[in-house]
């Protein structure tokens, strides 16, 4: 299929390219105890598995404006969606695939309804056919166009169902480096559970391929295998797998595909989308040893080199996080502290703040070494460099140190020393900083009136990664003394974003919760992948954005600390259920989703281990537009928000 590229080229040059804000905040250097090193360390890539109980096919029409395909159909009530700028020239036609009988749709206990597919302000036009009367089976679909002399046809079919059968996939990473083999693995599930056999019964999946996309626009396909070779380590497990090499940069759009039967021997067909962002950005480290030195009373900074092998990027900001080790009385190793912060690596030197007081706590050893570090892109957390370990000359610990350190661990030590001029009694005082989310519109505007001393972030209608959004935020906040946030969708997401890496008048608030967010995606959607590719049919739009996707959101989140969580109060929300009709938000992106969602924010995926649960309620959607209302319309929570928000 001949997709327009104008939404992921513009998407790319966004993301790809190293965003700044007007000036750059100063960053925090970042640290915390052994303990908190697991959460540090980078997810388990299945964590962010996408699941699907449906499948998007892509639909060309011929020069003679016409598509045929053979489909299978299972479970009850299902649906059929169109997607393309010009579905309402489309006729569609369903044969029955035994006896190739023409089903008449006006003859069926069918509806049809226009609608729109998307989160936020980022909506494209779908059409809908609930298929009541239609029984589990092959089926031929043809689809022809009334008026030949518009446009190209270019567009997607959706199929669902209340099937119990679903597929599951994941990446084997979150995104590459050019050269690198992209991993694909994919497996069954029966109603959320991994499917196994019973018996003799074969299993759900019997094959399964990928087709994939280049950032070019070239296609190429890939088998799937449950065979126990190459990265599928175990034989006829359920799991399939296949590898891809990614040859430029750019976005790869992964199209999973896998049929199968059911126990009940009913046709099984599920597809997946993952959108997989691959960077030609490479550092290669220089420095056998990194080299301590004091900077400040209690401060070392720790400094190694690298130098970038492709000479083109222009990126220089990176995230780094590493591991401080030493060792005991028996010699033997243990971890002491991990460390992280937002490094500019102009002239190829990577510098990283150790406070000595770690290394009191834990008892001074002889030799120290730096562990699993991690040198990451700031667009998309992908990895341009990993040392596993790496020698520390580390300078002996000051007398000072040793005569003033107290066995307490206070903000200095997590933070680093707080810049002298962070308050400088601004004329604007302070305030409750209301922060809207991805490509949105003014969802605060007419509830702003609900929130005490208050002021609005306004940068709509765009697509920022967290870091850049952070910028912003913290750009307008430099008017006030202090600032506490309420944020909706992205917004919480780039607010603790914010506050984990960055000074800020967040920093100077007081006086209750410092961050409380509705309907954030902290663990990313499913529906940022399929945006994508739904997306690419009409050529407009925000875009990708690859920390709202699941794999995305994963790699972000390992990088934030427990105290930076500790601060987020976040709610959830969801539709009213009736016995008497379906419970979703949105019709359209339902068969993307699992529920309980908002339309955009599944349930589970707006939890946020370590921040404050505030409560799930019903009867509310993500946005204006969908069924219930809008989230940001609760004025009992939005009088609660503001009640016990920080300023």
Known sequence: MKLKNTLLSVSSTLLFATTTATSAPQVKHLAGPAEEIPLMQKAAPETAAIVSKSALIPVNLNHEMVWNKQLLIDGDNPTVLLFSPEANHWQVNIHSGNDNKLLNLNQLNYTKSNTLFGMAEEQFPATRFDLQNVATGSYHFNIHKTDKSLGSGDGYLLLSSDSPYQLSSYTGKHGYLIGEEVTIFANALTSGKAFTMVGNDLQLIQSAQITITSPAGNKASRAMFDDGMAQDKTAFDGQFATTFVAQE?????????????????????????????????????????????????????????????????????????????????????????????????????????????????????????????????????????????????????????????????????????????????????????????????????????????????????????????????????????SFGVVAHSQGGAATLHLYSYYWSGLDNASGGRLIQSVGTPYQGTPLAGNLASVGGVFGVGCGYNSNLTTSGASSWLSGIPTWARNAVNYYTTSPTTKWWRPDWCQIVTDPFLKDPDDGTTEKHRGQLSGGVNRGHKTGQCHTDGMRDMAQTRDSGRNSTMNSNASR
């Open 249 to 481: 940069p750019g976005l790869y759009h992964v199209q999973v595909q896998a049929h199968g039967l059911t126990p009940k021997g009913k046709p099984f067909f599920r597809t997946i989308e993952h959108v997989v962002p691959v960077i030609d950005d490479r550092l290669k480290v220089t420095s056998k040893a990194a080299v301590g030195q004091y900077r400040d009373d209690h401060k070392i900074n720790l400094s190694f080199h690298t130098q970038q092998m492709n000479k083109s990027m222009a990126n220089t900001r990176y995230r780094v996080i590493a591991e401080v080790w030493g060792k005991d009385s028996k010699n033997k190793e243990k971890a002491i502290t991990w460390l992280s912060s937002i490094v500019d690596t102009k002239g190829g030197e990577i510098n990283l703040q150790l406070d000595d007081r770690w290394l009191l706590a834990a008892g001074q050893s002889d030799q120290y070494t730096l562990k699993n570090i991690r040198v990451e892109d700031i667009n998309h957390y992908i990895n341009v460099l990993d040392i596993d370990n790496m020698r520390i000359k580390m300078p002996s610990i000051s007398e000072k140190s040793i005569m003033s350190y107290q066995g307490e661990i206070n903000e200095s030590m997590l933070l680093g020393n707080r810049p002298a001029q962070l308050k400088q009694n601004k004329a604007g005082g302070s305030v409750l900083m209301l922060v809207h989310g991805y490509c949105s519109s003014d969802v605060w505007g007419s509830q702003q009136g609900q929130f005490n001393n208050s002021v609005k972030f306004s940068d709509f209608n765009q697509n920022r990664s967290h870091d850049a959004f952070a910028q912003r935020i913290d750009s307008f906040g430099d008017n006030y003394d």
